[in-house]
């Protein structure tokens, strides 16, 4: 009995019915490698011709992703163009804008299709853009998704001056139509800006004014609440509400006698062209480095400033970073009898402030969203969105519910299980980083969390002490060198493997890695041939095994003795 494939029965061929097919095949084939070969004859000899035409759009014809073929065409025709009038080269690109209509009912996602037609336009002495807008329609009525189209229909709006008010009316027609038109909903948050940019002079860039916002978030609500399970509306919604880009400042900056470095730390990961110290009224030449080798982009850049500049505890110091990118300084002072200095000007992670209005208006989406979870109560778009919502408006007063939703979308969505971890630990540092900046602590302590992964260690610049201990770590990341004044860092009964963050932290004295999964050689009776990682400068970790410590070889100049402790799985 045939089987239903795609709402058609799929019939069984016999062997003569398959042969016949496969000579058809290759008598095909033959033709058209014929063909092939004689084009690029006729090219390599540079034969522009109406043969090479009509050759050209024999094979185009069967298959219209041969860009060769493609640029053979456009060679041709702009040779052609030269021996004739302007009425007759309007002719010629007409039928050529024929020709590929017929050949993107072949493949209406070809690329060379696409781009050949935008390339005839540009030739044709008087293009035709109502007809190329009509084009566009009919394929998008296709295939909503066809982003080739898409593409390429951009262009005819701006070649034909049709304006933004007109194509967001385009959009409310499909996605009236459909809902699930993800091409439609993305266009309009790429005009709605445009059409109502929100009025405040400094406001981020691609905000529209609260007004539209709402008649957005009524619609949003319309799609989502009639197909909950759809994820274009949700995607749309998710915009909506976090429209604003961070702005990229500098957050913090770490001063020390000891060590006579600087330590600046950005809001986002920056280029260390542009940043220059300035030290009591002299701008000093100094080399900025990135914590880690790896990173040619960092949220954080150090610099050694000479030698003796700042060591004498009885001098006071002012020193004024300057970002001459963003135009902008940070000041901050070095007081006698203190050995270190650190001015933190913006918790990055943190919450922004909310306004009433947007605040009361958040808070009615999330009462919508509530509802919705009522009726759906394992929808995975629902519970995120929730989740982000919660963390919006006071991300420590709904950490309980925030947790309890992350373990409702593990179950109802196995197969992100790892992304929803991810997330989950990415929200749990931020809070304890709330935490730690309201009680003004160097220690910071993420144990018995459940974190897969690690993120912000760019705003722990100042943290003396962690403890990641009885989490589901995998690695240490290159990250994790921009906690240059870690002294202390337990990671207990984690899943490590790699240690690679452990680069230059010239302050690191002890570290704790019992029950992890560093790799062991049993050939060898120690972990690695090689030294491990690098602790301090010049100072070497070399992972010999004695009584569940690591030592460490002293470089010539005398540091505090590094411990390690570690103890295998296996």
Known sequence: MPFPLHGRLKIKSTAQQEE????????????????????????????????ALQLTQQLLSSNPDFATLWNYRREVLLHLETLREKDEVQKLYESELHFIEACLKVNPKSY??????????TRLPQPDWTRELGLCDRCLSLDERN??????????????????????????????????????????????????????????PNTICEEQLLKEYELAHNAFFTDPNDQSAWFYYRWLLGRAEREEMISCVYVSREGQRV?????????????????DGQPQQVEWRSAHPRFRHSPVWLCDLPPGSISDISNEHNLTIHW????????????????????????????????????????????????????????????????????????????????????TLKEVDPMRSSYYSDLCSKFLIENTILKMEY???????????????????????????????????????????????????EADDNAIESLEGLYHLPKLEEVSLR?????????????????LFWCQSQCLIWPCFKDSVFFINKPIQTYSRAKFCYSPLF
């Open 147 to 204: 982003f080739h189209c898409w593409d390429y229909r951009r262009v005819v709006v701006k070649e034909s001056g049709v304006s933004a008010e007109q194509e967001l009316q385009f959009t409310d027609r499909l996605i009236g139509s459909n809902f699930s038109n993800y091409s439609s909903w993305h266009y309009r948050s790429t005009l709605l800006p445009q059409l109502h940019p929100q009025p405040v002079p400094d406001s981020a």
């Open 324 to 407: 001459t990118e963003k135009h902008t300084h940070r000041d901050c002072a070095l007081y006698t009898e203190c050995e270190v200095c650190v001015f933190v000007f913006v918790c990055v992670c943190g919450r922004s402030e909310l306004s009433v209005e947007k605040s009361s208006v958040l808070q009615a989406e999330l009462q919508s969203c509530n509802q919705l979870l009522d009726l759906e109560p394992q929808n995975k778009w629902c519970l995120l969105t929730i989740i982000l919502l919660m963390r919006a408006l006071d991300p420590l007063g709904h950490e309980k519910e925030t947790l309890a939703h992350f373990q």
């Open 263 to 279: 330590s600046v730390a950005f809001s986002k990961p920056v280029h260390s062209e542009g940043l220059m110290l300035v030290l």
């Open 20 to 51: 016949e097919k496969r000579k058809e095949r290759e008598k095909k084939l033959k033709a058209f490698v014929s063909a092939r070969d004689a084009v690029l004859k006729k090219r390599s000899a540079g034969e522009h011709d109406e043969e």
């Open 112 to 121: 060379g299709c696409w781009h050949h037609r935008s390339w005839v336009n």
């Open 515 to 531: 029950n992890n999964r560093i790799l062991f050689s049993k050939k060898s009776k120690c972990f690695y041939k090689k030294p």
């Open 439 to 489: 009680a003004e602590v160097r220690v910071f302590s993420l144990s018995n969390k459940n974190l897969t992964t690690l993120c912000h260690l760019d705003q722990l610049l100042f943290v003396t002490h962690i403890n990641l201990s009885s989490n589901q770590l995998l690695r240490l990341p290159p990250q994790f060198a921009m906690l240059q004044c870690l002294e202390v860092l």
